[in-house]
Structure formats: C-alpha cells, structure tokens
C-alpha cells in the first residue's frame, strides 16, 4: 500500500526566503504526483500536477521535481509571501486498485512572517 | 457551476444520529470523489463515482457509510448512527471523467462534522 509521507509537519519562515518542501512515497509505481494548497476553512486547490514521464513542473513562483525512482517530490517556493501561508499537500496516484486513488500525505502548513 | 459546492458547511450532531452530507460537483463532470480529513490525518479516500458505472466503494471505513449520486450529478454521503471517531471534514471532489488518472480533481470546501 502506498504511503506518502511530508516532514516537516509545520515550517515557519520570513518573508522573501526560498524555501523548499519535501514528499515521500514509498512505491515509485506512481501515475502523476500533484501537488495541492489548503487554506483554512476551505477546500483544496490543485497547484502542480506532474505525470511519472515529467520531471518538473513550473507556475509562476512555484516549482515542483518528481524524482519517481528514489520516491521523492520537491516544491519550491520563491521569494515568499505572507499570502502563502497555507498548508501544502502532496499526493501521488498509482495504476491499479487502491493506489490508483489519490494518496495523500498529511501537509505541510506553512507561515510565512511579514 | 463556478465550483464544487457543499452542503452543510458546519454540522454537529449527537453520537447515535443520523447526518446527510451533499456535493453539487461542477456541471459536466461525470467523476465524483468523497473524502475524509480527520485532525492531523491526510485525506483518506472513501467512494468514487464515475458516470453510470458501479461506484468504487473500498474506501468506506464500515457499513454505518453509504452514498449515493443522483442523476449523475448531486451526491449525498449518509452516515448512520454517528460514531465520535467520524468527526472530520469530509470533501468533495469533480472531474471531467474524461481522461482517467490524468485529471486534476476540483475540490469543494467540505463539510465539518463534529459529533458529540
């Protein structure tokens, strides 16, 4: 069964540092990896989405690496901004059966100081 | 729709009742995903719909769950006899159902249920 894993649980940071957060998954027989934002209160929005043949992906400040063969994924946050403060979700999907549902880690909530 | 809707926004019931929990997915999107989100837990998956096709019931943690969607669009999460342990948030999800595992999932901004 895959299992994704993000540490750490929470980051706090000063405004305008780059900062870099980390997932794990233990079966690199993975389909995509996407990477997700969860305000308080609120749902999820899909932030990066990456499939097994890519290894990056880039949106404005934000920048996410797969590297499916050691089971690790990376965003990269640029020049930090207050507004960023949220938690950040990583999820990997699979191929068949249970993996090919999304699987989530626990998050990382992210405050960014002013 | 603009986007995934829920309904409550906020529930809290007595342990031993009933709760109906619903999601209005986006207009035209035949894929639809229940999730829970417990306190320091990651999203854990419960039911997906797709079309008219048998929903993937394997992540429904017992029998005391159960949903339905009708029409193929409006779906509804029915837990009985509420359990303290099924305090979560519990999500919604839509996609198009077009290209598999390939699609982005669009989520609503779920339902918090507390039972006490």
């Known amino acids: 069964k895959q299992e994704v894993t993000q540490i750490p649980a929470a980051l706090s940071v000063p405004e305008g540092e780059n900062l870099v957060l980390n997932c794990s998954f233990t079966?690199?027989?993975?389909?995509?990896l996407q990477w997700f934002r969860q305000d308080p209160g609120k749902g999820l929005t899909s932030l990066l989405l990456?499939?097994?043949?890519?290894r990056e992906q880039t949106s404005g400040r934000l920048n996410a690496s797969l590297d499916k063969s050691s089971g690790r994924s990376t965003l990269y946050i640029a020049a930090s901004q207050p507004g960023d403060s949220a938690t950040y979700l990583c999820a990997v999907r699979g191929y068949t059966g249970a993996n090919s549902k999304l699987t989530f880690g626990k998050g990382i909530t992210l405050s960014v100081r002013p | 729709g603009a986007g995934v809707s829920q309904s409550p926004s906020n529930k809290v019931t007595e342990k031993g009742k009933d709760v109906e929990l619903r999601c209005d997915p986006i207009s035209g999107h035949t894929a639809l995903y229940w999730y829970r989100q417990s306190l320091g837990q990651g999203l854990e998956f419960l039911i997906y719909f797709q079309g008219n096709s048998a929903p993937d019931k394997s992540g429904l943690p017992s029998d005391r769950f159960s949903a339905e969607r009708t029409g193929g669009s409006v779906s509804t999460l029915t837990i009985q006899r509420t359990q303290q342990e099924d305090s979560a948030v519990y999500l919604c999800?839509?996609?198009?159902?077009?290209?598999?595992?390939?699609?982005?999932?669009?989520f609503g901004p779920g339902t918090r249920l507390l039972v006490l």
């Open positions: 079966d690199s027989a993975i389909y995509n």
């Open positions: 999800a839509s996609s198009r159902g077009l290209a598999g595992l390939q699609e982005t999932q669009y």
């Open positions: 990456i499939q097994s043949s890519q």
